[in-house]
């Protein structure tokens, strides 16, 4: 088995080395880029009592044992926003995914959807703020390193 090597924490980035005893989980998450009429992205404000507390991200959360991505972003959506995917969100596919280390033993695997069509109103149903912003204007808002991708992609 290879252990990894961090090269920079702050990118995130790893390399593996030959070196055995490390064996990293990986998590997959969903995470959904959400447009209204005019064109802004939804972003919501994690709760200060969770990991990266106080940080902006974009809805999503962990696919569950047998769920599918587009069940598991349904899921969350339905969550985190008391909104749902409209369509046959069966179909739908990621437009972009990140492989991303925050240690030697947690990688995060990233799925990430562009939501356009939903059913209801967001909401913060967990007691998070959200909001609506223009996609340059996501660069004023601290993100988790994994998400820095993501908005770079957008903007």
């Known amino acids: 088995m290879a252990r990894v090597k961090n090269i920079s924490i702050a990118t995130g980035c790893w390399i593996m080395s030959n070196q055995p005893n490390i064996s990293p989980s990986i998590t997959k998450v969903v995470v959904g880029?959400?447009?209204n009429n005019q064109n802004q992205i939804l972003i919501a404000k994690r709760p200060l009592h969770k990991p990266f507390g106080g940080l902006w991200?974009?809805?999503g959360?962990?696919?569950e044992p047998d769920e599918s991505p587009s069940s598991a972003l349904d899921r969350e959506l339905s969550e985190e926003l008391q909104?749902?995917?409209?369509?046959?969100?069966a179909l739908l596919?990621?437009?972009?995914e990140i492989a991303y280390a925050y240690q030697p033993t947690q990688h995060i695997h990233l799925m990430i959807f562009k939501i356009t069509a939903?059913?209801?109103?967001p909401i913060g149903a967990e007691?998070?703020?959200?909001k609506w912003v223009q996609p340059k204007d996501l660069v004023n808002y601290p993100f988790?390193?994994?998400?820095?991708e993501i908005v770079e992609l957008l903007i």
């Open 93 to 96: 596919k990621p437009f972009h």
């Open 144 to 148: 988790p390193a994994a998400n820095q």
């Open 61 to 63: 959360g962990k696919i």
């Open 83 to 89: 909104i749902n995917l409209q369509g046959d969100f």
């Open 118 to 121: 939903f059913k209801g109103d």
């Open 33 to 35: 880029v959400l447009y």
């Open 127 to 130: 007691g998070q703020e959200i």
């Open 57 to 59: 991200e974009f809805p």
